[in-house]
Structures are given as structure tokens and as C-alpha cells.
């Protein structure tokens, strides 16, 4: 390998590791991307199985 193929795998890799960083840091301090608009959410139905189960639903969902 090239030394310009080394540094742009080595910048992919910090991005990503970065980016599930910060993913994982929101995590666990109760913070979620979602927005609480659970008519266009692909996910709501794993939302309200937590909140149904007595989990904790993520930030800004409501239940049906």
C-alpha cells in the first residue's frame, strides 16, 4: 500500500470511531436522535415494546 491509501484508511477509521463515540456517549447519558414523531418512526414499534415491557422508552417518545 501506498502512503496516501494508509492515511485515507487511517481517516475513515478516527471518523467512524468517532462518530460511535459520540453515539455511545449519548447513549448512555438517556439521549436518542429521536424526535418523538412516532407516525413516521421505522422504529416505534421497538420504542413501545421497551416502554410496554417496563424498559425506558428513549427521549421524546410517547406512548400510544
Same mark, same amino acid.
Given at each position: 500500500?501506498?502512503?496516501?491509501? =494508509?492515511?485515507?484508511? !487511517?481517516? =475513515?477509521?478516527?471518523? !467512524?470511531? +468517532?462518530?460511535?463515540? =459520540?453515539? *455511545? *456517549?449519548? %447513549?448512555? *447519558?438517556? %439521549? ?10 421505522? &422504529?416505534?414499534?421497538?420504542?413501545? %415494546?421497551?416502554? !410496554?415491557?417496563? +424498559? &425506558? ?8
Amino acid at each position: 500500500m501506498n502512503t496516501g491509501t =494508509v492515511l485515507a484508511l !487511517a481517516a =475513515v477509521i478516527l471518523a !467512524a470511531g +468517532g462518530a460511535f463515540a =459520540v453515539l *455511545r *456517549r449519548d %447513549k448512555k *447519558r438517556g %439521549k436518542s436522535p429521536c424526535g418523538g414523531n412516532c407516525g413516521c418512526c421505522p &422504529s416505534c414499534g421497538a420504542c413501545h %415494546k421497551a416502554q !410496554a415491557s417496563g +424498559g &425506558s422508552a428513549p427521549h421524546g417518545t410517547k406512548a400510544h
